[in-house]
């Protein structure tokens, strides 16, 4: 998978979150720019507590790298015409065609399907892991 990171900052908050998926043609996902979103953070309605830490942690470090404060909802509430960052087995994951029970445990995926970004795993700690890469690969976070 291929990312690009492209931060800039003014004022010592970065204005644009980009994120580029598996191939070189897919297109550029911008997450936020100049402090806003299109995006939601979306998770299963009854989401473990590591899928809950990942979509907490993922909204405090979005935030502090663009400014921008991305709610974060369950599947039943996401507004219309939202993009989504689908964190965990949801129905996003799954029309994208990750069956996220299969996954192995600790094993994670990151993947774009169309507008949305979809950050799941295995049992345990796997999409919590494909949240901090994410943020560790994408955002330089360490």
């Not at 907490?56 to 509430?77: F, H, I, N, W």
């Not at 689908?86 to 774009?112: D, F, N, P, V, W």
């Amino acid at each position: 998978m291929r990312f690009l990171r492209k931060l800039m900052t003014a004022n010592g908050l970065g204005a644009a979150l980009l994120f580029t998926g598996i191939t070189a043609s897919a297109e550029e996902l911008v997450l936020a720019e100049n402090g806003k979103s299109d995006y939601v953070i979306v998770i299963p309605e009854n989401a473990p507590r590591q899928v809950q830490r990942g979509a907490d942690d993922l909204r405090s470090y979005l935030k502090q790298m663009t400014g921008a404060e991305l709610p974060v909802c369950t599947e039943d509430k996401v507004p219309p015409g939202k993009a989504q960052i689908a964190l965990g087995a949801t129905q996003t994951a799954k029309a994208a065609g990750i069956a996220s029970e299969q996954l192995k445990r600790e094993e994670r995926i990151l993947k774009t399907s169309g507008k949305n970004l979809i950050l799941t795993g295995g049992p345990g700690n796997g999409t919590l892991s494909a949240v901090y890469e994410f943020l560790e690969k994408q955002g330089g976070c360490d």
